[in-house]
Each structure stands twice: as structure tokens, then as C-alpha cells.
């Protein structure tokens, strides 16, 4: 099947999910920077943690690159803009580390407030300094959570089980959802100024790098105290280390750097800092959650499937709803590009009935890369297929209508002088395709169907028969199309296997045959 190439350690039942499906798994640990180049040509996939830095150079050797899985969050060691820019995914594991992550911040919460690490490490030493290290409660105490994303939610509800008071920045976030979780919203000033607490769970983006620096800490109260278990940089730490030292603050917790490995910061120096060594994935749990997801996430991606953990790939969160009309959108698509002798420079789908309720984003983008792999001579991904489209010139109109005339569901497709419908059916959610150039028929999409425009006149579905019959191709199923006006002036066939050019000519050649399209998607 493909080669994956893996740099870092993940759970072994990850790499047997991958080999299960067919891939060649190459492991190869602890490369640098000059081997990772002569080993990442040939690899379809990759797969990293956090030490192995997937630069530019990195993506523009590996050529034959389909998707770059990181078995974890944060993605600081990847050029995703590169990656993007060469049709390369980049999938991560962000839901892998979550309750770690929680519970690391909820462990330099307390740890902060009272002291257990100095206090531990006196007494480990032969010093009983029990007045030395008077803490304080968490009860009442004001909490500020910046990024109010997976973790900060699992931090919000830990913290209140503590009783503490919840307020939180997140630009992203609308006031209606944080009150729901019982937390108010407030600007970073705000929050810095009112909070006894602060903890810190934001992607590293150009836009956060030294966003708790020397002039926001100062905002802050004397006795607050912060904790960053999500990325380095994000504060400032010579601003941080002067604000602890000064009494700007009363102390922090970090488990994370602007450069890692970390041996030396004047941070170390401090009694009243906590310090650990980028724990927050570092459990049993989410070092196999990650492998798992990642591999689950890179096999995905060889398959030509929707990746749910893509970063690169511009959709929301998909609910359950929209998912099994992924397949059906693809397969239509594909199937319309097998009947289109050219790309239409106009190309409107329309989401009707319930589906037509919801976000469509990936169910459209579903459908283009269907069609464009029929069409196109380069590979087509969910990365790539709506730059692809553009760069053909083919506007895309997608519409949405809770209107659907016949089905609960249908996705309706038209350009080029072709139109294309389908639906789900029955508790299989089995696909049937409900249109072919807008007379009604009902059939499953098959990756063998053959298309015929016909007058309506008695013996056509004879000439067919006799002719698939004579060659060999059994017919699995049948319809004629009927127009608005009740003229059947179409035939549509699934088809056992494909169907040989020598009986499309003669089926061309027959009187009253207007036109043969056969669709082959094997």
C-alpha cells in the first residue's frame, strides 16, 4: 500500500492498525536533521511527536508526502503554510491529551498554592520548614482561564469542584456558551486585573507569542499567581522571572518553554516558580490515546477519507448528521465527473431537506474532490480541491434548502448541461442515486454505471440487454428515467463490471440512441 515513515515513539497498537490496513511502517528514531532528509523521500506518510521539526526542506524532499500526522497538540514544529501549499496534510491528535493536560494545570494550580515542591524538597533535605511555606486556599479564589478551547473547559469544571470563581478570555468563544459552563467573559486586562489565579491554554500563533509580557503582568495583583502548561513562549519568561522576583506577582507554575529541551532559565532560580518539564501529555493514557489517534488519522488520509483531525483542511466540527452524506457527496461527485466531457466553469449543489439545515463545508468539498479526481491529472485531496477548482476555473455555488421534494435528503448537482442527484435510504443509510440529467430514476451509485440518452420509443431497453447481454456484462439493476413530463428518455445501468468501448460504440451506432456515458470509478 504506502510507506510511513515514523521518527518518534508511539503506542505499538498504532503501528499495528497501520500495518493491519497494508502500510509499510518504517521506523526510524532519534533522525537529525540531515537523515530526515534522506529518509523522508518515498514516504507517503509521516509520522512525528514533538522533537522532529518538519521544516520546508523537509516537505519539498518528501515527494510523494500525503499527509504529516503529529501524535499530539501542538503543531510549533511544522510548517503547516509549506505543507498546505504542497496538497500535504497535517493531522494532529488534540483531543489525545486533554484530561492530561487538565490535570497537569490542576497539579501546578495547587502546587503553586501551596507550596508542595519547596516544601518537599526542605524536608527531603533535613529542614522541617513548616512556617516557611504557608499556602493559600483555592476556595474563592478567582480563576482567569485565557483560551476557553477543550482544556480550558475541562479546567473550568475542575476548578469549580474546588469553588473557585471561573472568568475567562477567549475571543472565539460567545458570551451565551461561556455562561453555560458558568464562566464569564472578559477582556485580557480585565482578566489579569481580577484574577488570583491564571492559566494559560492557547495555541503558540504568531498572535499569542509574548502574550504575558512584562506590561500585562503588570496589570496583575501581588498575590497572583500563573500557570502555563500549554505552549513556550507564550509568556515571556526573563519578564516573568523579573515579575516574581520584584513581587509583580506571587509566583507560577510552567511546565513549558520558549526552547526545549530547557536546562537553564532564570526562572530556575526562584523559589516560589514551579517548574516541570513539558508533562502535560506525559501519562501512560495519552501517550497510547495519541499513537492510536494519530495512526487512526493517517490512515484516514491514505484512504482518501475525511480526516476529522486535519488542520489544514478549512471545515468545521462535523455533526453526526452531515457525516454519512460525506461518502454520498464524494461518490456523486465522482460519478458527475465521469459523465462531463469538460469542467463547467459553473457548478451549483444544493443541500435539500433536512441535511440542508446544517453546515455543509466538508459534504461540498467532498463532492469536488470526487469530481476533480475523475478529471484532474495531479492528486486531489481534501487540502487541495477547492484551490484545485479555483485553478480551473470552476465557481463553486453551494446552497442549502430545508425543501426536498420527494426524499427526507437529497444532494442536488448541476453544471456543464449535466444535473446529478442522490440520497440515503432505509437504516443502512444506503446510497441511491434519484437523478441523472433531471429525470427521476432510483439505482445505487456503482463504480460500473452506463448513462443512456435515448428516444422514447419501444425497444430501447431491448437493444441495451441484447447488446451488455451478447458481451458479457451482467446487470445488476435497471431504471429508466423519467422527465418532469413522463417521458423516459434516459436509462441508467448498474453494472457488474466495466463496460468494453466496443459495446458503447455499438450501442452508440443503434437508432434512437442519443448518447452513451459509461462511469468506471474503479
Not at 501512560?284 to 490512515?299: C, L, Y
Request: net charge negative; charged share 20%.
Amino acid at each position: 500500500m504506502a510507506r510511513i515513515l515514523v521518527t518518534e515513539k508511539i503506542a505499538e497498537s498504532g503501528l499495528d492498525m497501520l500495518r493491519e490496513a497494508g502500510h509499510e511502517v518504517d521506523v526510524q528514531l532519534d533522525l537529525d536533521a540531515e537523515t530526515l532528509l534522506g529518509a523522508v523521500p518515498g514516504a507517503a506518510g509521516l509520522i512525528i511527536r514533538s522533537a522532529t521539526q518538519v521544516t520546508a526542506e523537509v516537505l519539498t524532499a518528501g515527494t510523494d508526502l500525503v499527509v504529516v500526522g503529529r501524535a499530539g497538540i501542538g503543531l510549533d514544529n511544522v510548517d503547516v503554510a509549506a505543507a498546505t501549499g504542497r496538497a500535504v496534510m497535517v493531522a494532529n491528535a488534540p483531543e489525545s491529551n486533554m484530561v492530561s493536560a487538565a490535570e497537569q494545570t490542576m497539579a501546578l494550580l495547587l502546587a503553586t498554592a501551596r507550596n508542595v515542591p519547596q516544601a518537599h524538597a526542605a524536608l527531603k533535605d533535613g529542614r522541617w520548614e513548616r512556617s516557611k511555606w504557608v499556602g493559600v486556599e483555592l476556595l474563592d479564589k478567582t480563576l482567569g482561564i485565557v483560551g476557553l478551547g477543550r482544556i480550558g473547559k475541562l479546567v473550568a469544571q475542575r476548578a469549580a469542584a474546588f469553588g473557585m470563581r471561573l472568568i475567562a478570555y477567549d475571543p472565539y468563544v460567545s458570551p451565551e456558551r461561556a455562561e453555560k459552563i458558568d464562566v464569564e467573559l472578559v477582556e485580557l486586562d480585565e482578566l489579569m486585573a481580577r484574577s488570583d489565579f491564571v492559566t494559560l491554554h492557547l495555541a503558540k500563533t504568531p498572535e499569542t507569542v509574548g502574550l504575558i509580557d512584562a506590561a500585562m503582568l503588570a496589570k496583575a495583583k501581588p498575590s497572583m499567581r500563573i500557570v502555563n502548561v500549554a505552549r513556550g513562549g507564550i509568556i515571556d519568561e526573563d519578564a516573568l522571572a523579573d515579575a516574581v522576583s520584584t513581587g509583580v506577582i506571587s509566583g507560577a507554575g510552567i511546565d513549558v518553554f520558549a526552547t526545549e529541551p530547557c536546562t537553564e532559565s532564570p526562572l530556575f532560580a526562584l523559589d516560589n516558580v514551579v517548574v516541570t518539564p513539558h508533562l502535560g501529555a506525559s501519562t501512560a493514557e495519552a501517550q497510547d490515546k495519541a499513537g492510536v489517534t494519530i495512526a487512526e488519522q493517517v490512515r484516514l488520509a491514505l484512504a482518501g477519507e475525511f480526516v476529522p483531525f486535519a488542520v489544514n483542511v478549512d471545515v468545521n466540527d462535523v455533526v453526526e448528521a452531515v457525516r454519512p452524506f460525506v461518502p454520498l457527496a464524494e461518490r456523486l461527485g465522482a460519478i458527475f465527473g465521469a459523465m462531463v466531457k469538460a469542467l463547467p466553469d459553473k457548478l451549483e449543489i444544493d443541500f435539500q431537506g433536512e441535511i440542508g439545515g446544517y453546515d455543509n463545508k466538508l459534504t461540498a468539498l467532498a463532492l469536488i474532490k470526487g469530481l476533480l479526481g475523475q478529471v484532474s491529472d495531479e492528486p486531489v485531496s481534501y487540502v487541495n480541491a477547492m484551490q484545485i477548482a479555483g485553478d480551473r476555473g470552476i465557481e463553486v455555488r453551494v446552497a442549502n434548502s430545508a425543501v426536498s421534494r420527494d426524499y427526507v435528503n437529497t444532494i442536488y448537482l448541476q453544471g456543464g448541461g449535466h444535473s446529478l442527484a442522490g440520497t440515503l435510504v432505509g437504516p443502512g443509510r444506503e446510497q441511491r442515486l434519484v437523478l441523472i440529467d433531471d429525470h427521476a430514476l432510483y439505482l445505487p451509485p456503482t463504480d460500473h454505471l452506463l448513462i443512456i440518452r435515448n428516444e422514447d420509443v419501444p425497444g430501447m431497453i431491448g437493444i441495451l440487454g441484447t447488446a451488455l447481454g451478447d458481451a458479457g456484462v451482467n446487470i445488476e439493476q435497471l431504471d429508466v428515467g423519467q422527465s418532469p413530463e413522463g417521458v423516459g428518455a434516459v436509462m441508467a445501468v448498474a453494472c457488474a463490471g466495466p463496460v468494453p468501448d466496443s459495446v458503447q460504440e455499438q450501442l452508440r451506432a443503434q437508432p434512437g440512441i442519443v448518447s452513451v456515458i459509461a462511469v468506471d470509478l474503479d
